[in-house]
């Protein structure tokens, strides 16, 4: 089964709008064959998408810092919880677990996994899908500012293609597999030096 590493929010939003589609993320999921890897709390978007896919019965890993097991409530009801020394180390082994990655709506810590994941495909480090599930249009000014930083030169139009937006569960899951991120190219022109 592939694990498909998903990035979102402690909390659950305002609007339970978002809480309820990230259960149905979690359920197309399952029904796709896909496993996920999760920051493991039992809160928020977070614990909205583990327990959809706990509830289809589909694989669950939960990935947490021992410093945020009890801030962020570790989930109980998943088996196979990884509590790892600290942030970096989550980040890297959700990045080792998962086959691809999906960031829903959340604060500083989605944005902060979701742009370090497409750093390092910047950088080569991984050549894995990423999508941004675009509920109610939340990610729009993160699209925005990045086609503003490939306008202002600061990201080559390649790296705009490193992840895929959409605002439907079951579209997004169903194109994950055909997406390929670009290779990179050299980054740094003779002028850059």
């Given at each position: 089964m592939?694990?498909?590493?998903?990035?979102?929010?402690?909390?659950?939003?305002?609007?339970p709008?978002?809480?309820?589609?990230a259960?149905e993320?979690?359920?197309?999921?399952?029904?796709?064959?896909?496993?996920l890897?999760?920051?493991?709390?039992?809160v928020?978007?977070?614990?909205?998408?583990?327990?959809?896919?706990?509830?289809?019965?589909?694989?669950?890993?939960?990935?947490?810092?021992?410093?945020?097991?009890?801030?962020?409530?570790?989930?109980p009801?998943?088996?196979?919880?990884?509590?790892?020394?600290?942030?970096?180390?989550?980040k890297?082994?959700?990045?080792?677990l998962?086959?691809?990655?999906?960031?829903?709506?959340?604060?500083?810590?989605?944005?902060?996994?979701?742009?370090?994941?497409?750093?390092?495909s910047?950088?080569?480090?991984?050549?894995?899908?990423?999508?941004?599930?675009?509920?109610?249009g939340?990610?729009?000014?993160?699209?925005?500012?990045?086609?503003?930083?490939?306008?202002?030169?600061?990201?080559?139009?390649e790296?705009?293609?490193l992840?895929?937006?959409?605002?439907?569960s079951?579209?997004?899951?169903d194109?994950?597999?055909h997406?390929?991120?670009?290779?990179?190219?050299?980054?740094?022109?003779?002028?850059d030096?």
């Open positions: 592939p694990l498909l590493g998903v990035y979102c929010g402690s909390s659950g939003g305002i609007d709008l978002y809480r309820r589609a259960a993320f979690g359920r197309e999921m399952v029904a796709r064959g896909y496993g890897v999760y920051g493991g709390g039992k928020g978007m977070m614990g909205a998408v583990a327990d959809a896919v706990l509830v289809a019965g589909g694989e669950v890993i939960g990935v947490i810092p021992d410093f945020l097991a009890t801030k962020e409530l570790l989930h009801d998943v088996r196979d919880m990884r509590v790892v020394q600290d942030m970096h180390t989550r890297a082994l959700m990045v080792e998962s086959s691809a990655f999906v960031a829903l709506p959340g604060g500083l810590g989605t944005l902060d996994e979701l742009f370090e994941t497409l750093t390092w910047q950088l080569g480090l991984h050549a894995k899908p990423v999508g941004l599930l675009n509920i109610a939340y990610f729009n000014s993160v699209i925005d500012f990045v086609d503003g930083a490939v306008r202002a030169g600061f990201c080559l139009p790296h705009r293609e992840f895929f937006v959409s605002d439907n079951a579209e997004l899951l194109r994950l597999p997406i390929h991120p670009p290779r990179q190219p050299k980054w740094l022109t003779p002028d030096v």
